[in-house]
């Protein structure tokens, strides 16, 4: 089984996936037959051949890539919130990042790619801040957009959007699945998905024993801290894994990460806060650091037995949105709820 802080996973540790795998699965994948026509956020995507110039706007689908051993197709990044997976190190310092957040159109087209991918449609969609597939159509570039993003989600209003349908892990699988088949390495991408698969299953029976008996609250940032903080809604990566871990979420909203105040978290009383962690600066809160001493100062959140009895908890950021790393998420919160004994 390889994990995601290993890149020799390209050579030896998919060899021993396949090991385990059912015939007819990754062992024997269909190549890519081209032209390729892919259905894809409500756009029609037809490649002539595998991409060799791709410019990747998000983390979770440069990650993707990479662990797919797509590295050298990719001539740009964009987007990141969290370092690097570990073991990608030296692979990602050699790709121009154009911008930590928010590339400008020039920039991305300047690399003169032959697909664009990107995580969100805030970035790259009908609305979007960097520009809209149409605009790059128009030169004959195709936007591949994470279905994790547009499948059961409504983007039209803006922001982080609002889930129609609940997230399911099912739609990574598909992002997976859909990039392989666009380079053609299919072997790859099932044995990805075989792998990630594997190591839910497992951390789901390592705390089998407190379904339902914990409940929690998934804390990403806050733009300020004397103002109401952006917590995780009930259908998104933190839902998934918290339904996953048999545990339930204090926040009843259908939005992707609305705004709760404290003292509604309070009478909720979750069992387990947990706290984002990132590199990304754009709020104050940002910070796991300045997120863990407003617990501790704040009148009314260090009244919370979560916070009283150390329940807090940190997750990387990126486990919170819908991406390949949300089963790290997971694999961490169960490792944490058993070590602090929650589990019994």
């Known amino acids: 089984m390889f994990h995601f802080a290993r890149p020799v996973l390209i050579a030896g540790l998919f060899a021993s996936a396949l090991a385990v795998l059912p015939l007819g699965t990754a062992a024997s994948a269909a190549e890519t037959r081209y032209p390729l026509m892919i259905k894809n956020c409500g756009l029609d995507l037809t490649f002539k051949q595998a991409p060799s110039r791709t410019v990747s706007v998000g983390q979770s689908v440069t990650e993707v890539l990479y662990l797919l051993g797509l590295s050298d197709k990719v001539v740009g990044t964009a987007l990141w919130v969290s370092p ?164 339930k979420n204090v926040i009843e909203s259908d939005e992707e990460w609305p705004t709760v105040g404290w003292e509604t978290i309070a009478k909720a009383n979750p069992t387990i806060i947990v706290a984002g962690k990132m590199d990304r600066r754009r709020f104050p809160a940002d910070d796991v650091a300045v997120k863990r001493v407003f617990l501790k100062d704040d009148p009314v959140a260090s009244l919370m037995p979560a916070v009283q009895q150390n329940h807090v908890f940190e997750m990387d950021a990126q486990a919170m949105n819908p991406t390949i790393r949300t089963i790290e998420g997971l694999e961490k919160l169960a490792d944490a709820i058993a070590a602090a004994g929650l589990a019994r």
Not at 110 to 137: C, E, H, N, S, Y
């Open 84 to 247: 690097v997976l570990e073991g990608f190190e030296d692979t990602n310092a050699k790709i121009e990042r154009l911008a930590d957040n928010d590339p400008s159109f020039e920039a991305v087209i300047g690399r003169k790619p032959d697909l664009v991918t990107t995580q969100f449609q805030w970035q790259i969609g009908p609305q979007g801040v960097v520009g809209t597939p149409a605009q790059f159509a128009e030169l004959g570039v195709p936007v591949y957009t994470s279905p994790a993003d547009c499948v059961g989600k409504d983007n039209s209003g803006g922001g982080d959007g609002v889930r129609t349908g609940v997230f399911s892990m099912e739609l990574i699988y598909q992002e997976i699945r859909d990039l392989a088949a666009i380079y053609n390495v299919q072997d790859r991408g099932e044995e990805l998905v075989v792998d990630l698969k594997k190591r839910e299953d497992a951390a789901r029976k390592k705390i089998a024993s407190a379904n339902g008996k914990l409940s929690a609250v998934f804390w990403f940032s806050s733009a300020e801290l004397d103002i109401d903080p952006y917590v995780a809604g009930r259908h998104g990566a933190p839902g998934y894994i918290m339904s996953a871990l048999g545990i």
